[in-house]
């Protein structure tokens, strides 16, 4: 069964740092994988999308790597901002699997 | 956009009673997902459909059933609620069961069973 870990489980840094969330994933089968941000009492909202066959994808001042190889994606941060504040989640984009998450707050 | 609408964002009940969770989607989607959120435990999968009548156990069935009568709804139902399912419960969609497909969520919602 497949088992996603997300590391930290909580961060806190000043604003204008760039920074990395971290995804591991167990069966390297993983197809496609996904990152999404909850704001509290919210429902989820996906941010990338990263299929199989690649290896990164990039939205503004996010970028989403998979490295099916070693079970690992990373979302990278750029230039963070106090509405960066939130909970960021990975998983399966099969829709069977995800990680507890990062807490993540910007501080002003 | 694709729009996953929960009619109910927060919910009181009583135990013992029965409960309907409502979820509709817009986009015509195959998939669709049900999941319950709690602290420290994550994001669990109760029930998942990929057609309509079709469904499928998650992780954590155990208390729920679902009905999929048409392609846009999915309905949570809790045959006797009890204490230990008040939580935060979010319904997704997806469009088939190929590869890349974005996982759209609702709003969520909250039930407290008193």
């Known amino acids: 069964k497949q088992e996603v870990t997300q590391i930290p489980a909580a961060l806190s840094v000043p604003e204008g740092e760039n920074l990395v969330l971290n995804c591991s994933f167990t069966d390297s089968a993983i197809y496609n994988l996904q990152w999404f941000r909850q704001d509290p009492g919210k429902g989820l909202t996906s941010l990338l999308l990263i299929q199989s066959s690649q290896r990164e994808q990039t939205s503004g001042r996010l970028n989403a790597s998979l490295d099916k190889s070693s079970g690992r994606s990373t979302l990278y941060i750029a230039a963070s901002q106090p509405g960066d504040s939130a909970t960021y989640l990975c998983g399966g984009a099969d829709g069977l699997t995800f990680g507890k998450g990062t807490h993540l707050i910007i501080q002003p | 956009d694709v729009k996953v609408t929960q009619s109910s964002r927060y919910l009181v009940k009583r135990t013992g009673e029965k409960v309907f969770l409502e979820c509709v989607q817009d986009m015509d989607h195959e998939n669709m997902f049900w999941y319950r959120q709690d602290p420290g435990l994550g994001l669990r999968l109760i029930y998942f459909?990929?057609?309509?009548?079709?469904?499928e156990k998650g992780d954590i069935p155990e208390g729920y059933s679902v009905s999929r009568e048409k392609k846009e709804r999915f309905s949570l139902i809790l045959e006797s609620a009890s204490t230990n399912q008040t939580s935060m419960y979010l319904c997704a969609s997806s469009l088939d069961r190929g590869s890349g497909n974005t996982i759209y969520f609702g709003e969520g919602s909250w039930l407290t069973v008193v």
């Open positions: 459909s990929y057609d309509v009548k079709m469904k």
